[in-house]
């Protein structure tokens, strides 16, 4: 019978004060759906690429040599930790369709053992089949080509054909892109036998290691054998490398953004309970009054925060599962390929976050309840006695206080009497704003750091790139028709300090060149004379200074190049090293051949005469090339956006849960000064202007914190390839602020037509 009581009552109670236990509920639950949905987007993303990987038998190191003979494999096989070897040759051949594409050409010594393809049409690859192949699927796909077709590659002026034994992905290519975008209608992969094509040799391995085995001592031993070796491995093949770096990624953002948003959360919560109860103090006294025990109502008050946190913590625990990583996944497949979505298990830091909702709002409960209990029978019956009044510091100034009028005094004296319930708005205003703030300044930090690069660094116009059989800088520049002509010629090498190394990007450029500014805020330096500039990441992964000599090895050469770092390439994007040519011409290793012009303002005449070029390839424009590498962000860029929904969400439950609480708690008085005939448009007039300077102050005290936090989560998300830099737009700013003070003002408004509806008996009764 008491327990049915008790139970009546609670639902009663849960009924009459559904709003704030409804607020309850949602607060628990946003705080959870943030972190479990991105907690959960990256295991499922490590999970459905390392089951794919090791199903496929991906490699560990991918090296590439001058020639990879038997020798070659012998040796590499012999070094301790190595589990496979494979020889294979690798090049870039054109097809010979109408709109000539071109596939990477992974021509493999026997079977596939490593990155073996996973056949999605048709049937597997016999190692004596020299006539056969397997095809990109992608590429099959959009080019209308199937099993059984026939595809011709082009080699030396001479083409080889070959039957489409099947179509397939490939661990090694989930991403595959040619200007840092997938484009399957013109890039793919295909794989075939070694002696297919007579004009490629043996020129890669790839290596599977035993389990344990770290990748840098072995690659520290392929060094000692072949110092011009070009070596990749987990850290910077494309393919594995993105992929874990933006799971990775979608960790960290699962530790800053969405813990601040659920400590936000659990404050609000804190404050929401605490009042709740406090309103329940005649009901704790009826209720021992009545006999019932301490443990008794102890558990019941409990129930007020328990089943509340419970469902908003599960709630936002499934509801995140099942949308947040789902949406990441689809933007994810727009880079990445994979034959698979898995979803990881629940994990213990989702259980815990879920967990700590409850435990923390059982807790506050338990503790405001005890507090209260404290006092005897008698005490609880009567209202809490209100503080002795005393003046206030604006008081004190006579001639300021004099200018306010009768409602300034009220407003100013409500709030810095009831300092606690204005300081818990004051702080729900200013985090809602700080994280408004964060989230649409992160998109705009993604679009400033890119735009560095493509608008600031980047000064020509359109780069033209050509192949293996361009001429002398020289002649072009006579003849393109454009304010500027400059020289590029970049080689793929492999960069050592010590013990560390990468394989990057030299970029050649003439020594007086103009077209791309490497110094700090996009201004142009010199290259240096007697080094070498290194990009910003570069830089940082070899953990080089300048003063530092580097080695660099071109492919195929036993003698490398050994420089001096002049410098730091002040670039956000990419790791590479920068050379002048008279510096490239003291080394000695070939003439200045360029594999692209940096062209300004060329006329159609130029773009013409360079498009006509035997040795030209294709146009890349920096507008283009912009709008891509947004494209390949746009991954990050939606957790950015699904990061400002939430904060929005948060804001609206926060600002309206404090605004009914203070509502509830001021009814006595808006009921007394109806009573001394102010008129209902007064009253609310009244509760506007409160609402609004407490709003005013949060949002601006919410300015400088969001500032703080765009640099924290954008600092967390960067790569080995970018230089994310935090920028706060003015715009994004000034949103914020007027989205927060908007939701602030549409509450306060809402809850102004309560004005009307106060019982004033109810209101107004006492005991005393």
Known sequence: MVKNVLRRK???????????????????????????????????????????FDEQNVADIWITLSSADREAVERVRGIAGVEDVQARATAELTVDLPHEPSLVVEAYDGSIRINRPLVREGSNLESSDLRGCLLDELFARENGLAVGDRIGLKVGGQVYDFTIRGTCLSPEFVSLTKNSVRDPLNYGFILINNGAIGALSLNSLVVTLADGTEAAGVEDAVSAYYPDALMLDSRTQSSVHGIASDAGMYRSLSYVFPLLAYAVAAMIVLTTITRMLENQRTQMGCLKALGYRDGQIERHYLCYAFYP???????????????????????????????????????????????????????????????????????????????????????????LWSRFGFNAKMVCRNMLRNKARTLMSLIGVLCCTMLIITSLSLNDSVRYFVGKYYEGTIRYSVRAKLDAGAGAVEGYRKRVDAELVEGVMDKSVSIRLDDAF?????????????????????????????????????????????????????????????????????????????????????????????????????????????????EFEEFQYPVSEMADTLKVLESLQGVFRLMAGAALGLAFVVLYNMGILNFVERCREYATLKVLGYHQREIRRLILSESALVSGLGVLLGILPGWWLTGVVFRSCETDTMVFISTVQPPSVLLACAVTFAFSCLIAGLLTRKVRSIDMVEALKSVE
């Not at 109670?13 to 907690?39: E, K, P, Y």
């Not at 599960?314 to 698979?340: C, D, H, K």
């Not at 500039?533 to 490398?560: C, M, T």
Request: charged share 20%.
């Open 10 to 52: 609670l639902v009663r109670d849960m009924w009459h004060n559904r709003m704030q236990f409804l607020a309850v509920i949602l607060l628990c639950a946003l705080g959870t759906w943030v972190f479990s949905g991105l907690d959960a987007a990256w295991r499922m993303l490590d999970l459905s690429s390392q089951t794919y």
């Open 502 to 614: 990468r394989a990057t990007t030299l970029t050649v450029l003439e020594d007086g060149q103009r077209l791309m500014n490497l110094g700090p805020d996009e201004t142009w330096i010199p290259l240096p004379t007697d080094g070498v500039l290194l990009s910003r990441k570069l830089a940082e992964a070899l953990d080089a200074q300048p003063g530092d000599r580097v080695s660099i090895w071109l492919s195929g050469d036993p003698d490398p190049i050994t420089v001096k770092v002049g410098g730091v390439a002040e670039i956000t994007i990419g790791q590479t090293v920068f050379m002048g040519r008279a510096v490239w011409d003291a080394c000695k290793k070939g003439a200045f051949v360029p594999t692209a012009l940096n062209v300004l303002s060329p006329t159609q005449t130029g773009l013409t005469y360079l498009s006509g070029l035997e």
């Open 309 to 399: 946190s419970l469902v908003g913590s599960a709630l936002g625990l499934v509801v995140g599962r099942q949308t947040l990583p789902y949406i990441l996944w689809n933007m994810e497949s727009a880079r990445y390929t994979f034959p698979r979505c898995l979803q990881a298990p629940v994990s213990w830091e989702q259980w815990l976050v879920g967990g700590l909702g409850v435990l923390l709002s059982c807790l506050i409960c338990l503790r405001t309840y005890r507090r209260g209990a404290r006092e005897v029978t008698a005490a609880l019956l009567r209202p809490r006695p209100p503080r002795a009044g005393q003046k206030l510091f604006l008081e004190r100034v006579g001639s």
